[in-house]
Nanobody, 113 residues
Framework: QLQLVESGGGLVQAGGSLRLSCAGS??????IGWYRQAPGKQREFVAR???????SYQNSLRGRFTITRDYDKNTVYLQIDSLKPEDTAVYYC?????????WGQGTQVTVSS
C-alpha cells in the first residue's frame, strides 16, 4: 500500500506563495494528484501529474498552481502562488484517480486577507 505524507502548509498572507510536498516510497510509479477540502465544502481536485510528469489542472486554478515531480526525492510538489483567502483548505495528495486507502492527514493552508 502506498503511504503518502503531505507537508509544507502554513499560515500565509494573501498574495504569498507556498510549496507543498507529497512524499512516499513507490510514488514514482504512480500518477499522483493533489486535492483540497475547504471548510464546509467537498474535497475537490486541484492538479495531477502522470508517472512521466504530464500535468493537468482544475481549470479555475490554472496559472497559480504548479505540480512537479522530483524522482530522486520520491516527492511530488504543489507550488501555489498569488494565494487567496479562498485557497484556505486542507490539501491532500493521493493517487490519480484517488484511492480510498491512500488519504492521509493532509496539510493545512490558511490564507489571511
Amino acid at each position: 500500500q502506498l503511504q503518502l505524507v503531505e507537508s509544507g502548509g502554513g499560515l500565509v498572507q494573501a498574495g504569498g506563495s507556498l510549496r507543498l510536498s507529497c512524499a512516499g516510497s513507490g510514488i514514482n510509479n504512480r500518477a499522483i494528484g493533489w486535492y483540497r477540502q475547504a471548510p464546509g465544502k467537498q474535497r475537490e481536485f486541484v492538479a495531477r501529474a502522470s508517472i512521466t510528469g504530464v500535468t493537468s489542472y482544475q481549470n479555475s486554478l490554472r496559472g497559480r498552481f504548479t505540480i512537479t515531480r522530483d524522482y530522486d526525492k520520491n516527492t511530488v510538489y504543489l507550488q501555489i502562488d498569488s494565494l487567496k483567502p479562498e485557497d484556505t483548505a486542507v490539501y491532500y495528495c493521493n493517487t490519480w484517480p484517488p484511492t480510498t486507502n491512500n488519504w492521509g492527514q493532509g496539510t493545512q493552508v490558511t490564507v489571511s486577507s
